[in-house]
Nanobody
Framework: HVQLVESGGGSVQAGGSLRLSCVAS????????MAWFRRVPGKEREAVAT???????NYADSVKDRFTISRDNAESTVYLQMMNLKPEDTAMYYC???????????????????WGQGTQVTVS
């Protein structure tokens, strides 16, 4: 049974920082492409960042140079460090996973098999 559990969301003022964490269970973590998506009510889900290997990361243009995705395979955990947050970053953030690294780069939401329950980030 695959489970993704996010934590670290909250409310912060513009310019502030948050760090999201996602612990995966029920998977051979190192074999999975991991990503963070976000969703604002009434809008499509947006791929924020994806990571295959520790050094292979990709970001949406809207968060480049502000967000950093990383993974710790030993702890089966993926992180999203968010800096210089803006009100437009307000959204529900989801940790997602799919097996295999090919085609992972900012892949469409429909290609990810596993989703966490989401953690709310609010920037005012």
């Amino acid at each position: 049974h695959v489970q993704l559990v996010e934590s670290g969301g909250g409310s912060v003022q513009a310019g502030g920082s948050l760090r999201l964490s996602c612990v995966a269970s029920g998977v051979t973590f190192g074999e999975y492409c991991m990503a963070w998506f976000r969703r604002v009510p009434g809008k499509e889900r947006e791929a924020v960042a994806t990571i295959t290997t520790v050094i292979d990361t990709n970001y949406a243009d809207s968060v480049k140079d502000r967000f950093t995705i990383s993974r710790d395979n030993a702890e089966s955990t993926v992180y999203l460090q968010m800096m210089n947050l803006k009100p437009e970053d307000t959204a529900m953030y989801y940790c997602v996973a799919r097996i295999g690294m090919f085609g992972c780069k900012l892949a469409a939401a429909s290609t990810f098999s596993y989703w966490g329950q989401g953690t709310q980030v609010t920037v005012s």
